[in-house]
Nanobody, 120 residues
Framework: QVQLVESGGGSVQAGGSLRLSCAAS????????MGWYRQAPGKRRELVAAISRDGITNYADLVKGRFTISRDDDKNTVYLQMNSLKPEDKAAYYC??????????????WGQGTQITVSS
């Protein structure tokens, strides 16, 4: 079965940087769009950044210019480089991938989530 495993979360002071990684594994035929979402307590889950199979990116206005999403298809991995972090960036971050496994239709898969804390 397909699995997404995240790493790189933790705590950082305002203005600092973190780099999140999400590696897909399993019986994968292809990976299409991938993205990062976040959810703070009491708020809805929101899209942070997305990247297509062709490398086209899309960012939420609140992170544009500070965050960068990238992918390494040889490693089946998507990254989120987060710079100039602000306290309002504190949330649980979730990796998402539109993935086609062998022998079954494509669907979205989610990572387990990783907590990002930003202190002022």
């Amino acid at each position: 079965q397909v699995q997404l495993v995240e790493s790189g979360g933790g705590s950082v002071q305002a203005g600092g940087s973190l780099r999140l990684s999400c590696a897909a594994s399993g019986s994968i035929f292809s990976i299409n769009d991938m993205g990062w979402y976040r959810q703070a307590p009491g708020k809805r889950r929101e899209l942070v950044a997305a990247i297509s199979r062709d490398g086209i990116t899309n960012y939420a206005d609140l992170v544009k210019g500070r965050f960068t999403i990238s992918r390494d298809d040889d490693k089946n991995t998507v990254y989120l480089q987060m710079n100039s972090l602000k306290p309002e960036d504190k949330a649980a971050y979730y990796c998402n991938g539109d993935i086609k496994p062998w022998s079954v239709p494509s669907m979205n898969y989610w990572g387990q989530g990783t907590q990002i804390t930003v202190s002022s």
